[in-house]
């Protein structure tokens, strides 16, 4: 067995189950891994800690899978990981077969770089580490336990880079879908493009705080920034009972289909415009508009910890801007998708935006993803949305 020998005092928090080892806290390596080889974590005084899955191209040297010496990462231990993974989703009462749910959450469910969407009769795969894309047993095994119609590949190429990956995305398994799959998701209708939409094709992780909002909107006129496909615009107009929703998204194609599952559920005060949402709402000041109802769901500010204070400076400008288009007693959810900002940081970010415009801000909800999103407690970094729901005076 190859074993990796980290540094003296670097142990501490792979003791404690973390399971990114970094190229930095590695000292030495006993033997010629290959990319994808498994290999034991061991102290620097020789002291097993764990078993990893090696990748010399990335920053994260080893992912860690297993805290047992004796636990092999074979095909048994994958297939109990996701057996695992989707009884957790079927406890939770996602395993309706016309919706959709996160069936496997990555590092949350102890399957560091594996992403599982389910799409009604379609699974939607996205790899983030080369240790899950060379094991070849995982793709049979979503088939055995899941039986979808079809399996569809999806990966950022950002991280295909830092991962020193080369994956052509599409289809893996079975057929493709013949069009956009439609979901049923709390009632309502939402036709989902699987192969080129956001993340996987869905805010699955937005799914309880679009209810959540939308029990603050009865009789609002609302504005949903960064709309995608209207997701929180036709929860607020169908759930919220909003008296008029707008929302705007600077992507034609995402516009063009929140239209289209605006009509699928009947929601006739909804309508949606394309434009970038900073322009949009200074317009909106300079012309004096007016909303009761404010939706900032934007996309990621921060994809590094170097681009944290940037990303900080942008959530202020954005929610100052919200804030001065709404009206005293006005109602703001406002969110962000970045794991690098912390829930502290976002609260500070919004005390500041009250103390610099002058107005008092509220919290009356502070939210987070789905359930079927769980937070590892050892692993941190699976904590990444925040939803907090405001009044603002």
Known sequence: MVRILLKPRKAKPFFGRHPWVLDSAIDRIEGS???????????????FIAKGIFNSKSRIHVRLYSWSAQQQLDDHFWRQRLQTAWQL?????YADPEGAARMVFSEADGLSGLIVDRYADFLVVQVTAQAIALRPQIVPMLVELAQPKGILLRAERDILRAEGLDLQQGLTWGVMPDGPVEIIDKGLHYRVDLSDGQKTGFYLDQRENRIAAAAYMNGRRVLDMFCYTGGFSIAA??????????GIDSSHRAITQAQANAERNRAANVRFDSGD??????????????FDGMILDPPKFARSRNSVDDALRAYARLNRLAIDVLTPGGILVTCSCSGHVSQGDFFSMLMSVAQQSGRDIQLLEQRGAAADHPVSFTCPETEYLKCFICRVL
Do not use: H, W, Y
Not at 237 to 246: I, N, T, Y
């Open 237 to 246: 107009a169908v759930f919220g009972k909003a008296r008029e929703v707008l």
């Open 33 to 47: 891994p290959a990319d994808g080889d498994v290999v034991d974590l061991c102290t620097d005084r020789d002291e």
């Open 89 to 93: 989703r079927e406890a939770l009462g």
């Open 277 to 290: 949402a900073f322009d949009a709402l200074n317009a909106m000041k300079a012309s004096g508009e007016q």
